[in-house]
Each structure stands twice: as structure tokens, then as C-alpha cells.
Nanobody, 125 residues
Framework: QVQLVESGGGLVQAGGSLRLSCAAS????????MGWFRQAPRKKREFVTA????????YYADSVKGRFTISRDNAKNTVYLQMNSLKPEDTAVYYC??????????????????WGQGTQVTVSS
């Protein structure tokens, strides 16, 4: 079983920045596709960003493009989400997710095998 442990959430003012981290177990982390999703109250879980195996390609939801950056450090088995220019509408529980096999799609929750516990991000106006 792959375990994902998130950290870095918290309260920040609009326009500020946060960096989320997701530390993963697994002996072949560099081959995993990693994604970030978020879920606000009364809303469905929403794709934020993904980084494909070995970090070759990244993809972003339109709502965060230009503000968020996903990266990974395979030596540390960790994926990061750098969030800049935060807006109140970014407030949500953020989840990291891992897909072990080569993905055909990666923008849906069902595309992933393992999930972190979620970390709360609150952006005040």
C-alpha cells in the first residue's frame, strides 16, 4: 500500500503564497503519476494539477494556470504544490494522489490509486 502524507496547508491572506508537500512511500516513486485535487464544501472534487512519471510533463486546470506550480523531488519521494497569488476561491481541502500505472487519463479522481488525507487551505479576503 502506498501512503501519502500531506503538509503545508493553513490560513493565508489573498495574494499570498503557500507550498504544499506530499511525501509518498513506495520504492518506485519516480514512475508514479502524481496529482493534486481540491474539494470545497458542497462541491465535487476538482482537478488542480498533475505531473507525469519522472516529472516530464505537467498539466493545470485553467483556474490555477499561471499561479500554481507542481514539482517533484524523486530523491525525497515528495511532490510539491507551490501556490502563489492565492484567491479566496482557492479555499478548499487539497488532496494529493498517486497513480502507479502508466496513465491514459489523469484529470479525474478515478484515475488515481492512492490518496492523501487532505490538508485545509483557507484564503482570506
Amino acid at each position: 500500500q502506498v501512503q501519502l502524507v500531506e503538509s503545508g496547508g493553513g490560513l493565508v491572506q489573498a495574494g499570498g503564497s503557500l507550498r504544499l508537500s506530499c511525501a509518498a512511500s513506495g520504492r518506485t516513486f519516480s514512475t508514479y503519476t502524481m496529482g493534486w485535487f481540491r474539494q470545497a464544501p458542497r462541491k465535487k472534487r476538482e482537478f488542480v494539477t498533475a505531473i507525469l512519471r519522472s516529472g516530464g510533463n505537467t498539466y493545470y486546470a485553467d483556474s490555477v494556470k499561471g499561479r500554481f506550480t507542481i514539482s517533484r523531488d524523486n530523491a525525497k519521494n515528495t511532490v510539491y504544490l507551490q501556490m502563489n497569488s492565492l484567491k479566496p476561491e482557492d479555499t478548499a481541502v487539497y488532496y494529493c494522489a498517486a497513480r502507479l500505472r502508466v496513465p491514459s487519463t489523469f484529470k479525474n479522481p478515478g484515475d488515481y490509486d492512492y490518496w492523501g488525507q487532505g490538508t485545509q487551505v483557507t484564503v482570506s479576503s
